[in-house]
């Protein structure tokens, strides 16, 4: 198993900043992926995280919006750019250790943006 | 593409009754399937998943669900409701190379009557 903590779990923010969030895994992992959770609705997933290079988008998502850096194999980071209140939301970080659609969640970054 | 459907956002059911939350999926190939439970103010977790052997999957907590291939449903059921099990239960499909990519359902929040 893998325990994700992630960091801030809340954070209320200003329209046009931008806001990053962390995610630390306690053990080695072979996946790291980013979800958006929007208020009443399901996880969408953002992108993929991969060690060492540039992440994969997910349709409706760009790089530009949602830099991510995944510098070993056990952190990430997801940036939310240019903040607009649309982007209100509960950001996830989850990880898989390789067992088909096993993965583990952190408990989320809630994010309001004034 | 992979989806899933749950069908009811909310159920309520009564401490010591069924429960029977649904999920039915749409996949050219076999999927995998998957549920997760979300208790409140926490990360998603892996309930059960169904990866083309047994098609009567236990899972933790007393839960289990059955894939039916002729019904394209896997609906996840526990014969008798406990107030611990109130939480937002998703169904998941991995994406057609089974990884540990998902694409999740829109969430069915239980709520357990006293």
């Known amino acids: 198993s893998a325990v994700i903590s992630q960091k801030p779990s809340r954070d209320i923010c200003q329209r046009g900043t931008s806001l990053t969030i962390q995610c630390q895994v306690d053990s080695q992992v072979t996946m790291m992926f980013w979800y958006r959770q929007q208020p009443g609705q399901s996880l969408t997933l953002i992108a993929t995280a991969n060690q060492g290079s540039e992440a994969t988008y997910e349709s409706g998502f760009v790089i530009d919006k949602f830099p991510i850096s995944r510098p070993n194999l056990t952190f990430s980071t997801l940036t939310v750019s240019n903040l607009s209140p649309e982007d209100s939301s509960i950001y996830l970080c989850?990880?898989?250790?390789?067992?088909?659609?096993?993965?583990?969640f952190g408990e989320g970054s809630r994010l309001t943006v004034l | 593409a992979q989806s899933v459907t749950q069908l009811g956002s909310h159920v309520s059911v009564s401490e010591g009754a069924l429960v029977l939350l649904r999920c039915n999926y749409s996949s050219s190939v076999p999927p995998y399937l998957f549920w997760y439970v979300q208790y409140p103010n926490q990360g998603l977790q892996l309930l059960l998943k169904?990866?083309?052997?047994?098609?009567l999957v236990k899972g933790i907590n007393g839960f289990e669900a059955e894939f039916k291939k002729s019904e394209t449903s896997f609906h996840l059921t526990k014969p008798s409701a406990h107030m611990s099990d109130a939480a937002e239960y998703f169904c998941?499909?991995?994406?057609?190379?089974?990884?540990?990519?998902?694409?999740f359902g829109t969430g069915t929040r239980l709520t357990i009557i006293p």
């Open positions: 169904y990866t083309s052997a047994a098609t």
């Open positions: 989850s990880a898989g250790q390789g067992s088909i659609g096993e993965l583990f």
């Open positions: 998941a499909v991995s994406d057609y190379f089974g990884n540990e990519k998902l694409t």
